[in-house]
């Protein structure tokens, strides 16, 4: 610990007397400051043992000495000593009696003992008080080293806590807690996930201070990874804020974090590139192959009922945040939460998802899609997420494995045509066909093929499109249809030969007439 006026005191060589302030000796010195000026405070800086002979002082003047004191301790400083025998054979009664006053420590410093000698102790004590910080702090880094090599960041985490008397947490990318020590602390940390979102926001390395809700502690929160967003992060619990020897036992415990990570980012990497290859194995219909690459990588993942995820985003410049390593991160911290495993591939502006049915990678993309598709209904809320689009399959086998894949990709189109942010397979299988038809390619066509119809009815001269319509809704049964438009069913028929003659193509042609009922689909926004 730093050096204290007690320490002064109780220093044989010194032979300081403590004068006046006698409770307050625990006082930590930072530095041992002579100043013989009448208003020194303007070139102190708080902590300092203030050392005077009175040269420019009326110190037996009890007003005088009052201010002066007062204004000492105003400035922070923690201590007074003067020098008898130079000036004043004898302290000043009215300096006594004003440090008293005001509760500031007051020494009296023997003619024989040097301001020198008192500078050298308070600063080889200072030194001293480092060199333990240092050492302290290299034992420090020597455990945790230790315990990452042998125990992983669990015994880290555990190793750190002790070292800074608190407690310490690890947080994944999408701001869930890993590991914290001691055990209770997992609760406490898990309170901080908005904090620590908002700390992944901010360029690498990034840190904040923040309060612990419904607590006392001091928590600090680093970022952890050398990329542009950091993949995990940190946080200290602590009653104060660290020493010297506990600030160096936490940059040591995020410097072997982030090589941690970085090492995990390079293991995910090629991860990824096996998935990769696994991925094509299965499209191409050779599952077995598929599973012997695979070897454990993926347990029973691509034996069990899966779904595929297929996500697009538009390219983007100048922006902080890519969508689709979002939506990657969300469904693999999900999955290694929940235990589950989880094949995600990469492909320029794409991103493939192979993950189990009903699973928590599943359920975490759909979660995200749906914050997605919620905020775009807030016009303010617009972000660079609004280029995501996502097409999720119906659940398959192996085997399927090209079918789902199909499926997803066949999602995803509907959902970049409705302007959906995901659109599941099953959902466009269960629906309407017409839903499909509000494209503007579909609708030229519509508008193409009737117009000629339109441009007659223009004239006055019958209303063939409602005729169609009618008739074609009917089945092409001549009296039900004459009846809804009630006219004689001889009109009606002469009305179709027109229809006929005017597009120049048959009736009794089954593809005119489902082009026809689609166009006037189309056309009528039905």
């Keep these: 610990m730093p050096p204290t006026l007690a320490s002064l005191v109780h220093h044989s060589a010194l032979k300081l007397t403590v004068r006046a302030g006698e409770d307050r000796l625990d006082v930590p010195v930072r530095w041992a400051h002579v100043s013989e000026l009448a208003d020194p405070v303007p070139y102190m800086e708080g902590g300092e043992l203030l050392l005077i002979t009175a040269l420019k002082l009326d110190a037996e003047d009890p007003e005088a000495m009052r201010r002066y004191v007062k204004r000492l301790a105003g400035a922070g400083v923690v201590g007074l000593g003067f020098a008898v025998g130079v000036n004043y054979d004898d302290i000043p009664e009215a ?4 440090a008293r006053l005001e509760g500031l420590p ?21 030194a001293a008080d480092q060199y333990r910080a240092v050492t302290a702090g290299f034992a420090a880094q020597r455990e945790l080293t230790r315990q990452a090599l042998t125990t992983g960041p669990e015994g880290l985490l555990a190793a750190l806590a002790a070292q800074v008397d608190g407690w310490a947490a690890l947080y994944d990318a999408s701001g869930a807690v890993v590991a914290a020590a001691p055990e209770w602390a997992g609760r406490r940390a898990a309170r901080l996930t908005a904090e620590v979102e908002r700390l992944r926001e901010r360029p690498a390395p990034a840190s904040s201070v923040v309060a612990a809700p419904d607590t006392e502690d001091r928590i600090e929160l680093h970022s952890l990874g050398t990329g542009r967003r950091p993949r995990a992060a940190l946080a200290v619990g602590t009653a104060a804020a660290p020493g010297t020897a506990e600030r160096y036992a936490v940059h040591s415990a995020i410097a072997l974090l982030t090589l941690t990570t970085e090492r995990s980012r390079s293991l995910h990497a090629a991860e990824q590139r096996v998935g990769a290859a696994v991925l094509r194995m299965l ?17 029973g993942l691509l034996d069990a009922p899966f779904r595929l995820l297929v996500a697009e985003s538009a390219p983007r410049q100048g922006t902080d945040g890519d969508p689709l390593e979002t939506l990657a991160e969300a469904a693999e911290s999900a999955a290694a939460r929940s235990g589950e495993a989880v094949l995600v591939v990469p492909e320029r502006d794409r991103l493939v998802v192979l993950a189990t049915d009903g699973g928590a990678a599943v359920t975490a993309c759909t979660a995200y899609a749906g914050a997605l598709e919620a905020a775009r209904l807030v016009p303010e809320s617009k972000t660079d997420d609004d280029a995501l689009v996502v097409g999720l399959s119906a659940p398959a086998g192996p085997i399927a494995a090209a079918s ?14 409705r302007g959906r942010v995901l659109v599941e397979h099953e ?3 269960a629906g309407s066909v017409l839903p499909l038809l509000a494209d503007d390619a579909v609708r030229a066509f519509a508008d193409g093929l009737l117009r000629a119809l339109r441009d007659h009815d223009a004239t006055g001269r019958g209303d063939l499109v409602a005729s169609l319509r009618a008739w074609l809704s009917r089945h092409g049964q001549w009296d039900a249809a004459a009846a809804d438009l009630g006219v004689h069913r001889h009109t009606l028929r002469y009305r179709m030969r027109r229809v006929e003659e005017i597009l120049g193509r048959s009736l009794d042609d089954p593809d005119v007439r489902m082009e026809l009922w689609l166009a006037l689909k189309a056309t009528s926004g039905e």
């Design 427 to 429: 959902h466009v299988a």
């Design 95 to 98: 300096l006594v009696q004003a």
């Design 106 to 126: 007051l020494l009296e410093v023997p003619r024989r003992t040097p301001f020198l000698a008192i500078s050298k102790a308070v600063s080889a004590a200072i």
């Design 283 to 299: 499209l191409a219909g050779e599952p077995d192959h598929a599973r012997t690459v695979a070897g454990d990588l993926y347990g």
């Design 404 to 417: 789902a894949y199909r499926q997803a990709e066949q999602a995803l189109s509907v959902a970049r045509r």
